[in-house]
């Protein structure tokens, strides 16, 4: 990857730009509508929202404002656990495509599979909102259809059922958090894996390890961090609301880390880990 203008390939030919931006806790209003106008000034075409960070609103106020035309920007929302089932899930498309103010998503997530600690059929569950998923996608409503926080026991029934195969697998996944199984699963079915909180939300910029690797690059621990990811085969989402950084985390192309350094980063301890996790 050489500019925020390259791109992975997915399963189905479709393209979906090499880092996106984040919305994640981005308060509602004119940060987050500042934050995206912000975010597509400096080059980035990949918006990431979703139904329950409550501010997709501003988000679509933000596309709309920033000039930049539609079809030029990549776009993702998820749906929430409680839309869960057919009939819920297409009427909570329809909120989100009217809050976003727009006639098409290029991408829809199913944020949190059901599982089998809080559903006995979950996989019945996760199975019928898919197929509404299904539907949107073959009336062109939806161009691409993935998951979120999804693990491989949770990906097989769905996989083997599905018409449509989700070509995105959105996770927690930064330096010493790598979720291996879940990955070699999803690369080895055509999955890209989009890693959430790149950053170990915030907990890993001041890690001490991190400061000193990001200096003998000439890099802040952000921008180490995104790298680490693009090199892992993965699609970063940092989130900022500082135009600053917002610019700064998009200067990831003009280095590359080392074997070493790479072995180093996968392998450091759970830090930044969230424990955001679905059994």
């Not at 679509?60 to 009939?87: M, P, Q």
């Not at 990906?155 to 070699?184: C, D, S, Y």
Request: negative net charge; hydrophobic residues 40%.
């Amino acid at each position: 990857m050489k500019s925020l203008t390259d791109f992975f390939t997915l399963s189905n030919g479709n393209a979906i730009p090499c880092v996106g931006f984040g919305t994640w806790k981005t308060p509602d209003g004119e940060t987050t509508e500042r934050a995206v106008i912000s975010a597509l000034k400096a080059g980035y075409r990949h918006i990431d929202a979703a139904a329950i960070y409550a501010n997709e609103q501003s988000v679509g106020a933000g596309i709309k404002a920033s000039g930049v035309a539609r079809e030029d920007i990549f776009v993702t929302s998820k749906l929430w656990n409680i839309e869960r089932g057919y009939e819920k899930t297409l009427a909570a498309f329809e909120k989100t495509l009217s809050d976003l103010g727009l006639d098409y998503l290029d991408l829809y997530l199913i944020h949190w599979p059901a599982t089998k600690r809080d559903f006995e059929n979950w996989a019945e569950i996760n199975l019928s909102t898919w197929r509404a998923f299904e539907k949107l996608y073959e009336d062109g409503r939806i161009k691409n259809l993935g998951v979120s926080n999804f693990s491989a026991h949770h990906l097989a029934p769905l996989m083997a059922e599905a018409k449509i195969k989700p070509v995105i697998n959105q996770i927690e996944f930064h330096p010493g958090q790598v979720q291996a199984e879940t990955v070699k699963y999803c690369q080895e079915n055509g999955i890209v894996i989009e890693a959430w909180s790149p950053l170990g939300s915030g907990k890993l910029i001041n890690d001490p390890e991190l400061l000193k690797l990001a200096a003998k690059y000439g890099k802040s621990v952000a921008q180490l961090c995104i790298r680490w990811c693009l090199q892992m085969n993965t699609l970063p989402l940092p989130k900022s609301a500082t135009e600053s950084r917002i610019i700064e985390n998009t200067n990831v192309f003009d280095f590359e880390i080392s074997a070493g350094d790479m072995a180093f980063l996968s392998t450091m301890p759970d830090v930044g880990d969230s424990g955001f996790r679905a059994e």
